[in-house]
């Protein structure tokens, strides 16, 4: 039996994980097994429970991971104040994020189903989703804390909402449409009705 270090057992648990959080957004928890999730890492079933003790666990993990990747990745790197938050809502409402879920925000891709989940799923989504919003509180008011924090979330509802309803509609011009209003909607919200 082959014995893997420590740091290879870490980088294969991420690869798992970074996969699985693809491949939910995509095609939803239940709409993907274990079989799947593991093959798309590049592993067989048997190596899911070296790493991980069920699907529930491997799915609360790869949530919490997507939301500090976006986090990580939109958020904090946007600019600071009013201008960060006119690039965080163009991101979310664009054409490229509406037309690639598995690439984007596990909010819209998922939110439906994380209602659905086990308490340490919705917790881990809870978790995630306030580092999220924090971020961009910090933008919104950073002198008024609590009331950014409402807003900041108020924000993030409206721009799920819209890019799911702009995922599902089969007539582009439609969506693309949604997509537009959806951006003036979330910067009237911000109290900035001008988009540049």
């Given at each position: 039996m082959v014995r893997y270090s420590g740091e290879h057992k870490q980088e294969t648990r991420q690869r798992i994980i970074e996969t699985a959080g693809r491949r939910l957004k995509r095609d939803g928890i239940d709409g993907s097994g274990v079989s799947t999730l593991m093959k798309d890492a590049g592993l067989t079933n048997g190596a899911f429970y070296a790493h991980f003790t069920s699907k529930d666990d491997l799915v609360a993990t790869a949530i919490a991971d997507q939301l500090q990747a976006l986090n990580a990745n939109v958020v904090a790197q946007a600019e600071p104040g009013l201008a960060g938050l006119?690039?965080?809502?163009?991101w979310y409402l664009s054409a490229e994020h509406?037309?690639?879920?598995?690439?984007?925000?596990?909010?819209?891709?998922?939110l439906d189903e994380i209602g659905r989940c086990t308490?340490?799923?919705?917790?881990?989504?809870?978790?995630?989703?306030?580092l999220v919003i924090d971020g961009i509180a910090a933008r919104?008011?950073?002198?008024?804390?609590?009331?950014?924090?409402?807003k900041a979330l108020s924000l993030l509802a409206m721009l799920a909402?819209?890019?799911?309803?702009?995922?599902?509609?089969?007539d582009r011009q439609l969506s693309d449409a949604l997509l537009?209003?959806?951006?003036?909607?979330?910067?009237?919200?911000?109290?900035?009705e001008q988009h540049s």
């Open positions: 006119h690039q965080i809502v163009r509406r037309d690639n879920p598995g690439d984007g925000c596990p909010n819209a891709a998922l308490d340490t799923t919705r917790q881990a989504y809870t978790d995630g989703v306030l919104v008011a950073p002198d008024d804390p609590p009331t950014a924090r409402v909402g819209t890019l799911q309803l702009s995922r599902a509609l089969t537009e209003q959806g951006i003036r909607n979330a910067l009237a919200l911000l109290g900035n």
